[in-house]
């Protein structure tokens, strides 16, 4: 019996943050559909290390981590480089890598405002800034920027996430709007509240309560929205909602 070939068979997925949480269902969820794999996180690697060895064990794709603060411009273009002679390229690249550092706008210190925004919105851009020439040689890319409700709506007490978050929609249509005329998509997910390491601790009846929905979401939920775009061929420029119902 013939084998049947999956959709993203031969493409090469990076995804930042992959170790934990969103990006590691989003790895898998790739992974299913056929995709290598390359975690980029920050950590000691031992959770990506984790990550990648069951996503081979399962869909037997290859799969490598990578240990890089996305915030770092020369270790991203460091890392990027090194995806690309591991894997022969890239076709998709997922900015999932995120941070929290909460706090009333009254009393935010400097540097809390500056990492939060360095690491999630200049950190995807040094990523997609290194991608890019890949997928112009390539002749084609698909970018996935993991923004928030937040960036849409906004949330007191998180000013610095939120500015971010809002930074990625922007980013990403500008982006978008780039580099259609190539045969590269970029778009974003929103999610809503998700239950990983992030939003522990976390009132979740409370939360629950303001969601139409009436709970908080998995990242598996998110993971099949990126699956979506990463196959959509005809989607660039668009921020798709995985909230629940809460942002509408
Ligand atoms: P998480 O469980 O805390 O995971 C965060 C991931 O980001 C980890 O893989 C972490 O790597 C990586 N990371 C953090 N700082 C990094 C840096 N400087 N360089 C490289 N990697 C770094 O978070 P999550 O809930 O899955 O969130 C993933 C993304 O979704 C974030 O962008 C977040 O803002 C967004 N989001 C989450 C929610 C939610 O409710 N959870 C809602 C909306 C949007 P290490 O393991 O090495 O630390």
Redo the contacts with the bound molecule.
Sequence with gaps: MLESVKPLEGKTALI????????RAIARALAAQGADIAV????NGQ??ADVCRKIAGEYGVRTAHYI????DFEKTKETVGNVRSDFGGIGILVN????TRDGLILRMKEEDFDRVVD??LK?AFNMIRHCSGIFLRQRGGCIIN?S??VGLTGNAGQANYAAS?AGLIGLTKAVARELAGRNIRCNAIA????G????EGIDTDRISASVPLGRIGC?EEVAQAAVYLAEAAYVTGTVLTVDGGLAM
Excluded: E, Y
Aim: proline share 5%; glycine share 22%.
């Design positions: 930042t943050g992959g170790s934990r949480g969103i990006g980029v996180s920050s950590g959770a990506a890089c603060d996305v915030s999932c890598a995120g941070i690491v999630n950190g993991i928030s409700v978050k999610p809503g509240f998700i990983t390491d992030m939003t990242p």
